[in-house]
């Protein structure tokens, strides 16, 4: 699929067939994520693909009840390594460093979705303490996000956008 049209493609889905996605897909969007920008190239992201109902049940009840992380045939739990991180950027490179750089690999696994015509949602709201629990994460390693995937079983309506010329400012604000 041509690049522009996949980001024009990609919405977040929240309903899913409970078809099986082929492993071959999986192990696509996470060669694709691996590859993501990292401060530094420490590399932090690290992937736990979940696919146990009662381990997804768990995860479910961890982020404000949605109902998609219990339902989604595959869970990619995004996490970063912060002890790769922290030792070359100290409490900056553990707090945001390594969050913007899960995000990054989150958003490859979005757009790879698309591209294999898998539906994917992207879930942040979630205590990270639970997740890090049912896990079983190191300390040292957080959860960044929660990526459903499935074959869609909705076609949600695209959202309207702000017009790019309220969101551009040239030289300052």
């Not at 190239?41 to 995860?59: G, N, R």
């Not at 490179?93 to 992207?122: P, Q």
Request: charged fraction near 30%; proline fraction near 5%; hydrophobic fraction near 40%.
């Amino acid at each position: 699929m041509e690049f522009d049209h996949v980001i024009r493609k990609r919405k977040m889905i929240r309903k899913y067939l409970p078809n099986k996605i082929p492993d071959r897909i999986v192990s696509k969007m996470i060669k694709n994520a691996s590859k993501a920008p990292s401060a530094g190239h420490t590399q932090v992201q690290e992937f736990i693909i979940v696919t146990d109902p009662a381990t997804k049940k768990k995860l479910r009840q961890a982020s404000v009840n949605q109902k998609s992380i219990e339902e989604a045939p595959v869970l990619i739990v995004v996490c970063s390594n912060t002890s790769r991180s922290v030792g070359r950027y100290g409490q900056r490179g553990r707090d945001f460093y390594s969050t913007i750089d899960g995000a990054f690999a989150s958003m490859l696994i979005l757009l790879t979705a698309v591209n294999e015509e898998i539906g994917a949602g992207f879930v942040g709201a979630f205590e990270d303490d639970k997740i890090a629990k049912i896990l079983e994460l190191p300390e040292y390693v957080k959860p960044i996000g929660i990526i459903t995937l499935g074959y869609p079983d909705e076609s949600p309506a695209k959202l309207e956008r702000i017009e790019n010329e309220q969101l551009v400012h040239y030289e300052r604000w």
